[in-house]
C-alpha cells in the first residue's frame, strides 16, 4: 500500500497548486490554465503504469473493464446523476488493486465522453474516477471495505465527492469563479445531482458486490492478472 502513496500525494499535490495557481489569474485564461495543471496531476501515475511491465493480458483485461465501465454510462444517460461507472471502477479496484482502478475510471471518463462529448470537463471527470479507483484499490485490505456495508459507505461517500471535484470546474468556467456566493449556489444545486449519484453507488455496488466479485477474483487468481 506505500507504493501507492508517493504517486497520489503528487497527483493531488499538482491538483492543489492548480487550484492556487489557477486563483492567481483573473482572466479568461484559468479555465485553460486548470485543464493543463489537471493532466500534470494525472503524468505521474500514467508514467508510473507504463514504467510497469505488463503482460498483453493484463492490458486487454484493463481495456474491457474499462470498455465496460464506460458503456455502462449510456443506458442511464437519461438519468442525471446516475452512474454505474462509480460502482463498477470500485468494484474492479477492489479486486484487482489501485492502479488498475485509476486506470479503469480515468480511460472509462474518456471513452465514455466519445458519446457524451469530449471538452474541457473531461480531465476533470477522468481526475474523479481515477481517484475514486485509486482510493478503492488504496482501501481494498481494509476494515472499511472488507465489509458489506463499509463499501456500500464508500461508494455513497464518492458519489458526493465526485459531484465536488466536478463542481470546481463549474466554478471555474464561470465569470467569478471565487465568489462564496456562486460557490454556494453551485453546490446547493449540485446536492440533487450529487445524491442520485451516491445512492445509485449504493444500488449498483449492492447487485453488482456479490457475483460479479467473485468472477473478477476467479479470474485475477486463474491467470495470475494483476498481482500487486
Known sequence: MARFRIPLLVALGLFTAGLALTAAFTD??????SVVLLLAAL???F???????RKS?????LAVLSAIAAVSRIPF?????VKPVSAVVILSAYVFGAEAGFVIGAVAALVSNIYFGQGPWTPWQMFAWGMTGLTAGWLRKSWLLRRRAGLLVFG?????LFGWIM????LLSLPDAFSWRLVAVTFAASFYFDLAHALSNVFFLAVLAGGWTKVLQRFRKKYGLLQE
Do not use: K, M, Q
Open 28 to 33: 479568461r485564461h484559468y479555465v485553460l490554465l
Open 43 to 45: 503524468l505521474p501515475l
Open 47 to 53: 508514467i508510473r503504469l507504463e514504467r510497469r511491465p
Open 57 to 61: 493480458r493484463e492490458l486487454v483485461l
Open 77 to 81: 444517460a437519461a438519468l442525471p446523476g
Open 156 to 160: 455513497f461517500i464518492w458519489g458526493f
Open 167 to 170: 463542481n470546481i470546474w463549474v
